[in-house]
């Protein structure tokens, strides 16, 4: 199974940016659909954005299109979630997880997902 630490969260102000960062160890990621997640305080889990393994097609969620940018670094063996204009309403757990498909067909369902990092917390707010 692949083991992912998702890392750069933190407290931002609205309008700022962060990078989150999702490692892996002993695996290439390269290999694999990433898919970046979040899950607010009493909601439901959600798809934010999806790189394809097999031709670096990107997907992003309506709600961060034109904010957010995934993007793979295959020397760190690293994918990326910069994340810029950030609003109140982004304030959620980050989770990456690695597809059960080189592809992202179904990524917006966490069930296309095998394998899940621990979260980070981001938090937007003055």
């Known amino acids: 199974q692949v083991q992912l630490v998702e890392s750069g969260g933190g407290l931002v102000q609205p309008g700022g940016s962060l990078r989150l960062s999702c490692a892996a160890s002993?695996?290439?990621?390269?290999?694999?659909?990433i898919g970046w997640f979040r899950q607010a305080p009493g909601k439901e889990r959600e798809g934010v954005s999806c790189?394809?393994?097999?031709?670096?097609?990107?997907f992003y969620a309506n709600s961060v299109k034109g904010r957010f940018t995934i993007s793979r670094d295959k020397a760190k063996n690293t994918v990326y979630l910069q994340m810029n204009s950030l609003k109140p309403e982004d304030t959620a757990v980050y989770y990456c997880?690695?597809?059960?498909?080189?592809?992202?067909?179904?990524?917006?369902?966490?069930?296309?997902?095998?394998?899940w990092g621990q979260g980070t917390q981001v938090t937007v707010s003055s």
């Open positions: 790189i394809s393994s097999t031709n670096g097609n990107t």
């Open positions: 002993r695996f290439t990621l390269d290999n694999y659909a």
């Open positions: 997880a690695a597809g059960q498909q080189p592809g992202c067909w179904g990524w917006e369902r966490a069930d296309a997902f095998g394998s």
